[in-house]
């Protein structure tokens, strides 16, 4: 087999990203769809509104508990493997999810969203598997074109709501399981798509570019140093802006309820929100090429920040609300693109996958319990209240900042001696 040369790898690269970019658009179809009628469901099936919010959270910790045995599962048998893996997974949760509606069973609905957080887990993944055969200069950008497709699923697969339901009632399916159609259509391509069109594997290439550099000379057989201080960081920044994200949108919706809103002005700003957190991924992507992973984070501090402020303090304006939530969304991005491809370079190639699944694992659960104490606290505060004290992770963040930029630049002085 002859080596792989640079012109090999960007060749394979611009196919990767094509292919998991479409595998995203599909697998944000069907989650999209998945979501947006996982609370009515569970209020159905169980016969108790209070319930309701437990759909969301099997999901989420559903994606924690599968996203670390995926990412083993990609470090063995490549991300091909692995990305499919977890959709399966979704497929047989969406499957599950019907079945519990036509027989009623509330604790198989919440068996079946747990496994439907496999494709989620698979979801996230997918950024990271754009990252293996991007260079330093790229890294960013290839990553966040990956995020930017999620936009259009999120975006299609809440409005497949109505024409799911017709078409279930057609077919005989039991109530509110129609769009669950287009979420098992769009599992299935996604599955096929990657295992047909992942070739090579961009992790198992990744790897063998690796081997064949070290093979070559003696100063090539110096490895990249771990950055294991840049590695925790990134993994931190990444999970604290995503838990700050799901406590206070959860939240917004009840918070603008009480204060009157219709559910059309809630949905605008839920949208709103959705597109700042993909939109302009690849804006941030760009910068955290240009200006470097870490002022990139810091301003995604800074655009979370200014969210946090706006929300608080116009909290009785749903215009500030709104503003203040695309705000949210816009930081979260650029927070969550720069802070991915940090932990990327920042971590050896025998400690990559296993700390990204890490990260993946770690984001997903400070979600799911910043979305349950984020109820407690506003009952106890108010949506204000709530804005500003999450606020703390923001400040923490900008305080490790220096260690981390201060490690990264030691690990590069190490290299080049």
Same mark, same amino acid.
């Given at each position: 087999?002859s080596?792989? /040369?640079?012109?090999?790898v960007a060749?394979?690269q611009?196919?990767?990203i094509?292919?998991?970019s479409?595998a995203q658009v599909?697998?944000?179809?069907?989650?999209g769809?998945?979501i947006?009628?996982?609370?009515?469901?569970?209020a159905?099936v169980?016969? =108790?509104?209070?319930?309701s919010?437990?759909?969301?959270a099997a999901?989420?910790f559903?994606?924690?508990l599968i996203a670390i045995?995926l990412?083993?599962l990609?470090r063995?048998?490549g991300r091909r493997?692995?990305?499919?893996?977890?959709?399966?997974?979704?497929?047989?949760?969406?499957?599950?999810?019907?079945l519990a509606?036509?027989?009623r069973?509330?604790?198989l609905?919440l068996?079946?969203f747990l496994l439907?957080?496999?494709?989620?887990a698979?979801n996230l993944?997918?950024r990271f598997?754009a990252?293996d055969?991007?260079t330093?200069?790229?890294?960013?950008?290839?990553?966040s074109i990956v995020?930017w497709?999620t936009?259009?699923?999120a975006v299609?697969?809440?409005?497949l709501? @109505?024409?799911?339901e017709?078409?279930g =009632?057609?077919?005989?399916?039991?109530p509110l399981? @129609?769009p669950?159609v287009?979420?098992?259509?769009?599992?299935?391509?996604?599955i096929a798509?990657?295992?047909?069109a992942?070739r090579?594997?961009?992790l198992l290439?990744?790897?063998?570019?690796?081997?064949e550099a070290?093979?070559?000379?003696?100063a090539e057989r110096?490895?990249?140093p771990d950055q294991? $201080?840049?590695?925790r960081?990134?993994?931190f920044?990444?999970?604290a802006a995503?838990g700050v994200m799901?406590a206070?949108?959860?939240m917004?919706p009840?918070?603008?309820?009480h204060?009157?809103a219709t %559910?059309t002005?809630?949905g605008?700003? %839920?949208?709103?929100?959705i597109a700042g957190m993909?939109?302009?991924?690849p804006?941030?992507?760009?910068?955290?090429?240009?200006?470097g992973?870490?002022? /990139?984070?810091?301003?995604?501090?800074l %655009?979370?920040a200014a969210a946090?402020?706006?929300?608080?303090?116009?909290?009785?304006?749903?215009?500030a609300?709104?503003?203040? %939530?695309?705000?949210? @969304?816009l930081?979260?991005s650029?927070t969550?693109?720069?802070?991915?491809?940090?932990?990327?370079?920042?971590?050896?190639e025998a400690? $990559?996958t296993r700390?990204?699944?890490?990260s993946d694992?770690t984001?997903?659960?400070?979600?799911?319990?910043?979305?349950?104490?984020?109820?407690?606290?506003l009952?106890?505060?108010?949506?204000?209240g709530?804005?500003l004290?999450?606020?703390v992770a923001v400040?923490?963040?900008v305080?490790?900042?220096p260690?981390g930029r201060a490690a990264?630049?030691?690990?590069?002085?190490?290299?080049?001696a």
């Open positions: 087999m080596a792989l /040369t640079a012109a090999d060749r394979i611009r196919r990767t094509g292919v998991l479409t599909l697998g944000g179809v069907a989650f769809a998945t947006s009628l996982g609370a009515v469901l569970a159905h169980s016969g =108790d509104e209070t319930f919010g437990l759909a969301a999901v989420t559903g994606t924690a045995p990412a083993g990609a063995r048998r493997l692995s990305l499919s893996t977890g959709m399966l997974l979704a497929l047989v949760g969406v499957t599950l999810v019907v509606a036509s027989v069973s509330f604790p609905l068996v079946a439907v957080g496999g494709g989620q698979a993944q997918s598997a990252a055969l991007a330093d200069a790229s890294r960013g950008r290839d990553l995020v497709a936009t259009i699923g299609l697969g809440p409005n709501t @109505g024409p799911g017709l078409l =009632d057609a077919i005989g399916m039991p399981t @129609g669950y287009f979420t098992i259509v769009g599992q299935t391509l996604g798509l990657y295992l047909v992942l090579p594997d961009p290439t990744a790897q063998r570019v690796v081997a070290s093979a070559r000379s003696t110096i490895a990249k294991a $201080r840049v590695a960081y990134a993994i920044a990444v999970a995503h799901v206070v949108m959860a917004t009840v918070h603008l309820l204060h009157g %559910l002005i809630i605008i700003t %839920l949208s709103l929100h993909y939109a302009l991924a804006v941030f992507g760009i910068l955290a090429d240009r200006l992973r870490i002022a /990139t984070i810091l301003l995604g501090q %655009l979370i946090l402020v706006t929300a608080s303090f116009g909290q009785d304006s749903t215009s609300v709104t503003i203040g %939530l695309t705000l949210l @969304g930081g979260w650029a969550t693109v720069a802070g991915s491809a940090l932990l990327t370079e920042a971590s050896s400690r $990559r700390r990204q699944g890490l694992f984001m997903s659960m400070v979600g799911a319990i910043g979305a349950i104490l984020a109820g407690v606290i009952g106890w505060i108010g949506y204000g709530l804005s004290l999450v606020s400040v923490a963040v305080a490790l900042a260690l990264m630049t030691a690990g590069r002085q190490q290299l080049s």
